[in-house]
């Protein structure tokens, strides 16, 4: 097996379990949307924010892949190539959890906020403690990115 192999197996692992992770987290979030919006329409706004927001790890997980793309190529080192796919280890698994929880979360303040309660903001304030998890995974891709 090539190098370079190593190095695309992490950018494939990396891309594809955060984009899972979004997924899960949203129609996790998504579903319990639909059910609050039979007992309380009215509050749609809340509803689509709560739902919207594991589709960020998605995103990380996308922006890591453009921080690491340029490094693969013919030349690269074996070090290089594990890195990439220890990256893509970490990125992936922390980001696909990161979703599934934060979808978890918000599903939870979503049927909160469906029974008449009005905790969507306090709903959104600990929704972003997961989220940090997949923010810190991209800063860890820039600090390793800037050493290889």
Same mark, same amino acid.
């Given at each position: ?61 996308? /922006?890591? @892949? ?5 490094? $693969? *190529? +013919?030349? &690269?080192?074996? #070090? ?46 600990? /929704?972003? @403690? ?5 923010? $810190? *995974? +991209?800063? &860890?891709?820039? #600090? ?5």
């Amino acid at each position: 097996m090539e190098t370079i192999t190593l190095g695309y197996i992490g950018m494939a692992i990396l891309f594809t379990l955060a984009a899972l992770g979004s997924c899960f987290g949203t129609t996790i979030a998504g579903n319990a949307a639909v059910g609050a919006m039979k007992k309380n329409p009215g509050a749609f706004g809340n509803y689509l924010i709560l739902s919207g927001l594991p589709a960020s790890q998605g995103l990380y997980g996308f /922006a890591c @892949f453009f921080m690491i793309k340029n490094y $693969l *190529t +013919v030349d &690269i080192s074996l #070090l290089q190539a594990s890195a990439i796919l220890g990256l893509g280890i970490i990125v992936g698994v922390v980001c696909l959890l990161s979703a599934i929880r934060q979808g978890q979360l918000c599903a939870n303040g979503i049927a909160a906020v469906g029974n008449g309660h009005d905790v969507g903001t306090n709903t959104l304030i600990l /929704a972003a @403690f997961p989220e940090l998890y997949a923010i $810190l *995974t +991209v800063a &860890i891709t820039f #600090l390793v990115t800037a050493i290889m």
